[in-house]
């Protein structure tokens, strides 16, 4: 996987790729889509979720550039796989799961593992979790029709927040920085995510 799909498409980062070749993929997959853990596609993990292709969970984790003091927030914990990589980079990761089952799953597998300094919590992403406000680093799993606004108050001085933004079946990737004087950002590519659900995510008859 790392050799394949992360080196040749630009993921250069060392800290980055040990902690991708030190992590069990598989463990984050359940049963139906196991074989395919590694592949490079998105993965069914049921409830109308998905793991991220590896290259995409690479390319945003490497946006946020890391460097391991960061308290970051992630936005859709489904599997868990995202967040097990970010706190392997970061000092301190909350991570926000809208659906019960998927948090209790992904809690379940981070405890296994034996990663700590990862909170999961059951709610509404999309305003964020203002209690361990400010972040360093945000990172949104899921479509957002704009950037939720509550994300960018949680957003520290200096911080990067990435996520994908659009309607219908494909957005474009973008990155956010929060300056002084305001906020910059720039688009990086064209992804396909799940959306976002919740209070500045897509309506119901849009999903």
């Known amino acids: 996987m790392v050799a394949e799909q992360l080196r040749p498409r630009g993921i250069d980062d060392p800290r980055l790729l040990a902690v991708f070749e030190a992590t069990p993929r598989h463990r984050f997959i359940p049963g139906e889509s196991l074989p395919w853990a590694y592949a490079d596609s998105p993965l069914s993990i049921g409830f109308g979720q998905t793991i991220s292709q590896p290259f ?16 970051v927030l992630e936005v859709g914990t489904g599997s868990g796989y ?12 909350d991570t926000v799961e809208f659906i019960p089952e998927l ?24 305003v964020g979790w203002p209690e361990s406000a400010p972040y360093d680093a945000i990172l949104v799993a899921a479509a957002a029709p704009q950037v939720p606004p509550p994300l960018l108050e949680q957003l520290a001085l200096g ?8 309607r219908g079946g494909y957005q474009e ?35």
């Open 56 to 71: 995409i969970v690479a390319l945003m984790t490497q946006l946020l550039g890391l460097t391991g003091t960061e308290r």
């Open 82 to 93: 995202q967040a097990a990589i970010l706190v392997q980079l970061a000092a301190e990761v």
């Open 103 to 126: 948090a209790e799953r992904a809690t379940r597998t981070l405890v296994e593992l034996g990663l700590g300094n990862v909170r999961v919590h059951r709610g509404d992403g999309s």
């Open 159 to 166: 911080g990067r927040l990435v996520l994908p933004v659009g």
């Open 173 to 207: 990737l973008e990155l956010w920085r929060r300056k002084p004087d305001g906020f910059e950002h720039e688009a990086i590519l064209p992804v396909a995510f799940v959306p976002l659900r919740g209070r500045h995510g897509l309506p119901g008859d849009e999903r």
